[in-house]
């Protein structure tokens, strides 16, 4: 084939585009009972906006990101992830101002752009919903934000989900832990991977969430970044570990858990799945957690946060494992089928009557015989059809057929242009 659509990319079909609608329409829904509203924030950003905040040693800005000058020689970046967007554009639009009452408390929904191996879950063009909530520190924001995640995907139908925390604790308890980490890691300097090896001092943490499996087997007997937190942070997480246990929400602490990106402190989490689109393996749907010096960072007052973001992808490839039954309507009211000219002209005027009337009508355009037309009509599962010829266009009549039942009736044009919604009521009834 000449042309194809980019490595890890997908083309979203009508039939698959229903069920994106239906998450999409799902997530409004309960964000709005948790009183969100939504942003929308550009596609790209500049450079720094990421490699400040999602952290220059990371995967994601030194491997994945799609990058590049522009004609006016900008370094632009196709946003990889929602987060230093929506928090570049509360710094920029001054959310923090007293006339926006706090928390702000904002979603978003869109397409997101890593440079990763493509494979099932894991693609270059991926959408996220996600949630950002600025100006509490409070750890009843991070459990009602983790909360309203699993809400989601319980709406969404998802089941056996396990939801994972940890905590990463203030500056003052993430510096005794680097440094722990630090005299930890050093001895076994030679056996490190080179991207651990290069990220020791720069960023020892993120040797916890290396790939590598020589590198896994090494940090299995790492201090516990638990062990490291001080008052502050001990008092936050055992906060959230309480209030988590008041809404009976199930989870488990991995002390080993970093997530990808730099700006987090606090509490982190992720929600997994061991649906069986991932061949039993635990996969992550959602991840999240607290970042309350990322607003400072990109030029801001000093500003708490908390969010998370799901990958739409993988949560429909859960739900369709899982055969999740969506309430999808397919269904066409009306298909309108005419034979002559004269009819071709009458069924124009009806078909957007019915339309303005608030129905689905569809009818032909390809020049089909009655016989295609009905077919047409049949398999496109049309609740009624109409029916046109030249002697109901004398008569100013048309036929209508319950497909259910078979009944049909004669109804006047005038009364299909004037109230059609008596005329489907009528035919619906018809036995
Ligand atoms: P993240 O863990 O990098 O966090 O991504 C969140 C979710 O996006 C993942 O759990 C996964 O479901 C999905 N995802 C990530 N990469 C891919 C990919 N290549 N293909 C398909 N799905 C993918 C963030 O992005 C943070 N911004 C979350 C956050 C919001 N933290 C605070 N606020």
Redesign the pocket.
Known sequence: MAYQRPK?TADILPGESEKWQYVEATARNVFKSYHFSEVRTPMFENFDVFSRSVGDTSD?VTKEMYDFHDKGDRHIVLR?????GVVRAYVENKLYGPEHPKPVKVYYMGP?F?Y?R?QS????E???I???VFGSEQAAVDVETIAMAMDFLKHCGLQDLKLVINSLGNIASRQAYRQALIDFLEPHFAELSHDSQERLHKNPLRVLDSKDEKDQAIVADAPSILDYLDEESTAHFTAVKQLLGDLDIPYEIDANMV???D??NHTIF?IMSNSKAFGGQY???????R?NGLASELGGPETP???????????LLIMDADKVAMPIDHALDVYLVSIGDAAQRANLKLIQAIRQAGFTAERDYLDRKAKGQFKTANRLNAKVVLTLGDSEVESATAHLKNMATGAEISVPFAQITTDFKAVYETVLAAE
Request: one cysteine or more.
């Open positions: 890890g994601i990889p992830e929602g987060t230093a997101m890593r990763e493509p879950g894991r693609m270059r991926f959408h996220q996600g949630v950002e997530r990808g990106l700006y987090y992720e996969m992550t749907v959602c991840g999240g957690g970042y946060g908390f969010g998370f973001a799901m990958g739409v992808e993988r949560l």
